[in-house]
């Protein structure tokens, strides 16, 4: 069983947020049969992010402090496991995108991934997730039990 990090659980561990810490303590706590893992998605996502911030601050020294942040996500994928885009994965976007579910692309890719390497997501985006058939998405930041949603 793999437990999939979608990019808003992923950032408050990278962060190492009080909920961050606590989602590092429980996946510490996973016995062998589970994994935890992260996409490729969620490291472009995250890259976009900083980058992005990076470009709109002009003051090299203001920059210091967001490249270091930079640096963070790129060290924190060095320790994860990534699930790749894969022409498998591909394919169940393309299903999913014919189906309307009114999910933003990059939630439907990650969803595609978790649901390809038939894994559990967390994440916080409950609300568009539930629409994806197929897909198992829990939440493990805000409460100490998961919250579990299956379509």
Not at 1 to 10: C, N, S
Not at 77 to 101: C, H, I, M, P
Not at 142 to 148: G, K, N
């Amino acid at each position: 069983m793999i437990y999939l990090l979608d990019t808003d659980h992923l950032s408050e561990f990278v962060k190492e947020s009080v909920s961050g810490t606590r989602l590092k303590r429980k996946l510490q706590t996973l016995d062998e049969i589970h994994s935890a893992a992260t996409s490729i998605v969620s490291f472009e996502e995250m890259m976009r992010g900083w980058l992005a911030e990076i470009h709109g601050t002009l003051n090299a020294r203001s920059q210091v402090p967001l490249y270091h942040q930079l640096f963070r996500v790129f060290e924190a994928f060095d320790d994860w496991d990534v699930l790749k885009w894969t022409n498998e994965s591909a394919d169940v976007y393309v299903g999913l995108v014919r189906q309307r579910l009114r999910v933003k692309t990059m939630d439907l890719k990650n969803a595609a991934i978790a649901i390809q390497n038939d894994a559990t997501l967390l994440s916080r985006n409950l609300k568009d997730f539930v629409r994806v058939p197929g897909l198992v998405v829990e939440v493990w930041l805000s409460c100490s039990i998961p919250s579990s949603h299956g379509v």
